[in-house]
């Protein structure tokens, strides 16, 4: 039996009337009387279910329309048309309930109150969400550890870094225990070291709480080492839905088989791949993807050549996505289906 979706879309719609504008003093007086508009689609008729339990990659080009879904989503924009449901509610109709059941992360703004110490932000948010004393203090004793807040819980949230403020913000989305969590570039402008605590964190509760959790970025490192599913958005229509695998299997291009030798050949070549690289004993070939599969290449090289390591690297997610949209291997308009539904 399927489970019921966390989240359900259906022909969901957004768009603005933005006012024309004619330059000089005519042009303002024909502003004044005309006020003609010009129709902007910001979500153009997408669709998708969301499951408990997923972590999924939301992404797309500045303006796509990714921020313009999550604000409907979390009641902050109401649609032009469509349907949305999260956790069986309409988000702008149910406001109240419905933020009583969802955490959010907006990477550029703060939810903490600027002046108050962090430890002082989280107490109003206990009293905010009436969340039980036991379990306040046991989600903050495991969120401390698991984010390091100890060193910056007496500070002002005005003096704090952009690394530990976000830490502070993460902790403030779920100190309450939502099923679902919205994140918005949260990694936007950390050092590696602050990225890789926060991965390690969305990682553990979408794991161990089964925390649902839907990430836009356009750090696209972070839907790599996260996400099993992504969703591709631009111009406010759903390009693909579907498992990143899938996303590399159509759409990768080239992958690479490097090669250490046990020995020294003249020649390194091989039928169905390019030698891109030698260098000493290591040679580095490329294959297209879907002409030949790894294996099949792998026991070529290994009849011909004495091999002591091989390894196959994938193309980067970001060249993925770039050139998709370069070459445009999904048109807009067509708006996609789930690629590979569970």
């Known amino acids: 039996m399927t489970k019921p979706a966390l989240i359900h879309v259906e022909k969901l719609y957004k768009h603005f009337k933005i006012l024309k504008h004619h330059r000089g003093a005519l042009g303002a007086l024909r502003n004044l009387v005309t006020r003609k508009y010009n129709l902007v689609r910001a979500v153009d008729g997408i ?12 992404i797309g080009p500045n303006g796509a329309g990714k921020s313009t879904t999550i604000k409907m989503l979390t009641g902050l924009l109401v649609p032009s048309g469509g349907e949305i449901r999260v956790n069986g509610r309409v988000p702008w109709q149910e406001r109240r309930a419905h933020v009583a059941r969802i955490g959010v992360v907006f990477g550029q703004r703060t939810t903490l109150w600027w002046d108050l110490p962090v430890i002082e932000s989280l107490a109003l948010l206990q009293y ?12 903050m004793a495991e969120f401390r550890q698991m984010l390091d807040l100890d060193p910056f819980l007496d500070t002002p949230v005005r003096s704090l870094s952009l690394g530990q403020r976000m830490r502070a913000d993460i902790c403030a989305a779920l100190i309450h225990n939502p099923p679902l969590l919205f994140l918005d570039e949260p990694t936007i402008g950390l050092d590696v070291v602050a990225r890789d605590r ?62 250490d030798l046990a020995m020294e050949y003249e020649r390194v070549d091989v039928e169905g791949a390019q030698v891109v690289e030698r260098d000493g004993l290591r040679v580095t070939y490329r294959f297209a993807r879907g002409e030949v599969t790894a294996s099949e290449l792998i026991g070529r090289l290994s009849a011909r050549y004495r091999i002591l390591d ?33």
């Open 128 to 139: 905010i969400y009436r969340i039980p004393a036991a379990r306040f203090r046991q989600n």
């Open 198 to 259: 926060i991965r390690q964190f969305i990682r553990h509760i979408n794991r161990e709480r089964n925390t649902t959790v839907i990430l836009t970025t356009h750090d696209l490192s972070d839907v790599e080492k996260l996400c099993r599913r992504v969703m591709i958005i631009d111009h406010g229509q759903l390009l693909f839905d579907g498992q990143l695998d899938t996303l590399r299997n159509r759409f990768g291009g080239q992958r690479e088989l490097i090669v």
């Open 310 to 342: 091989l390894q196959v690297r994938e193309p980067e997610i970001e060249d993925t996505v770039r050139r998709i949209y370069q070459e445009r291997l999904l048109e807009p308009g067509q708006n996609a289906r789930r690629a590979d539904p569970a």
């Open 47 to 58: 669709s998708f279910d969301i499951q408990p339990g997923e972590l999924v990659g939301y």
